[in-house]
């Protein structure tokens, strides 16, 4: 099982508050933790990541595994009520470089009007997003986090289909 909290993780550092996040934390479990994306995915990508620093989804605990579905699903629905999105990529990365690194989930919406820009959906869009580079504004991001705080404390029976 691998270490509570990893200085120099980006993850880490970013949810211990040691690098500076966009929109803060948006809400957190005994084992979780959701943040806005801080990547060229634009504003509405979520990263849903383990609060303990953890390398491998093989690695998380029964605990951490039970949280996990139900948590992505509420984390889906907030994105989809927000900015009704044609679709929500869930995605794992785990890479930081060719090395493994803290796990985390990216959420990213996606509309159909990305194929004027885009040649193709799924990983293609986003490896043409990262190469473009192109960071949603701080602003936009702050509010959607707000949007997102509030309505991830909700009961889970008032987001989606929770």
């Given at each position: ?24 934390q948006i809400y957190a479990t ?133």
């Amino acid at each position: 099982m691998a270490d509570a909290n990893v200085d120099g993780c980006l993850a880490c550092d970013l949810s211990r508050g040691r690098q500076n996040l966009p929109g803060g934390q948006i809400y957190a479990t005994e084992h979780w933790v959701i943040e806005h994306c801080i990547g060229p995915f634009g504003v509405g990508a979520l990263i849903v990541k383990p609060l303990r620093h953890c390398l491998h989804v093989s690695d998380l605990t029964t605990e951490e595994a039970a949280e996990l579905g139900p948590l992505l699903q509420r984390a889906t629905s907030v994105i989809e009520s927000l900015i009704e999105p044609d679709q929500v990529y869930v995605c794992l990365w785990s890479h930081a470089g060719w090395t493994p690194g803290h796990i985390h989930f990216v959420l990213q919406p996606s509309w159909n009007r990305y194929q004027e820009e885009h040649a193709k959906p799924g990983p293609s869009l986003q490896v043409d997003m990262l190469e473009k580079n192109e960071l949603p504004p701080r602003d936009e991001v702050a509010a959607f986090a707000e949007q997102a705080r509030k309505m991830m404390t909700k009961t889970p029976a008032g987001i989606g289909n929770g």
